[in-house]
């Protein structure tokens, strides 16, 4: 799906870039597997901000995607490729023998009038083909992992990524993440085969804050041109750096870079390697 770049005839166009989206074959989603979610603003129950910066954006519906896909062995055909709003992915309609209709992640090279399966037991090496880690060959590619067995996809699933199974042992597989991390999963975890689609996604270039907007992203007000009284980094004379020993947030906490992950996580055991810090690359 390629980068199409527009004349400059505006200052929003002069930058900006858009999809071609020349593998969507179906323009309006499915009405069965559609709802509908109500914009919060990032606002909890009590009505109050605690996600700062959204509001506002268009209107979109809900695709109910089925990261379980547990009907195994049944063969299903893919009727349309789609536009999704709430992911970076394309999504595939499917259909099952009874009629049944349903959204999966759409991996590169999908098309319509291919069929997919997921199954316990090994399964053709096809893009979109489902199955247990322990079935799928070391080396290969695959998407939309699940990191226990049943719960459903949970990783790699934004558009272009893929993971690598390096090698199993002992009943876990071990993966390797689009981040580098080296990560244990149980073999009976399922995955799909292949890379999830639309990889040039990453290279749009919005152009212009309003595009932003569209998305439900509100304006981001840099600590360093703030007040003192408003912000840690606050105050200074003219362009001046954070003028302290780390970066912290609105409320004195470290930040940018800092580790979130808690340190007596019961997974932290399964991952083997760490993925690597921004100033290692």
């Known amino acids: 799906m390629p980068v199409k770049k527009y004349k400059p005839t505006t200052s929003g166009r002069r930058f900006a870039s858009v999809l071609t989206r020349e593998e969507i074959t179906k323009q309006k989603p499915e009405k069965s597997l559609v709802t509908y979610k109500i914009s919060k603003a990032g606002r ?6 605690t996600v700062r ?57 999908l098309t319509v009038g291919m069929t997919v399966v997921s199954s316990k037991k090994p399964v053709e090496i096809t893009a979109a083909n489902r ?13 939309a992992i699940e990191t226990q067995p049943g719960r459903g996809a949970v990783m790699v699933r934004s558009a272009g990524l893929a993971a690598t ?18 990560r244990l999963v149980s073999e009976e975890c399922s995955a799909s085969l292949g890379t999830v ?55 004195g906490k470290p930040a940018l870079g800092v580790k979130t992950r808690r340190a007596n996580k019961k997974t932290n055991d399964w991952i083997v390697r760490r993925r690597p810090r921004k100033d290692d690359k």
């Open 44 to 49: 909890n129950n009590q009505g109050r901000i």
């Open 53 to 109: 910066h959204r509001g506002a954006g268009a209107k979109r519906a809900y695709r109910l995607v089925d990261f379980k896909q547990n009907r195994y062995e049944e063969v299903a055909t893919v009727l349309a490729i789609e536009y999704d709003p709430n992911r970076t992915a394309n999504i595939a309609l499917i259909e099952y023998p009874d009629k049944t209709k349903s959204y999966i992640l759409a991996p590169s090279g």
């Open 131 to 143: 199955t247990c880690l322990k079935n799928i060959p070391i080396g290969l590619m695959v998407y």
């Open 165 to 182: 199974l390096m090698s199993r042992d002992q009943g876990q597989a071990l993966l390797k993440l689009p981040s580098g991390e080296m």
């Open 197 to 251: 689609g639309n990889e040039d996604w990453r290279n749009v270039r919005l152009g212009k804050a309003g595009r932003m907007r569209h998305r439900g992203v509100r304006p981001r007000v840099r600590g360093k041109v703030m007040n003192p009284v408003d912000h840690p980094h606050g105050g200074g004379e003219g362009k001046h750096p954070v003028g302290m020993k780390h970066p912290k947030t609105p409320w």
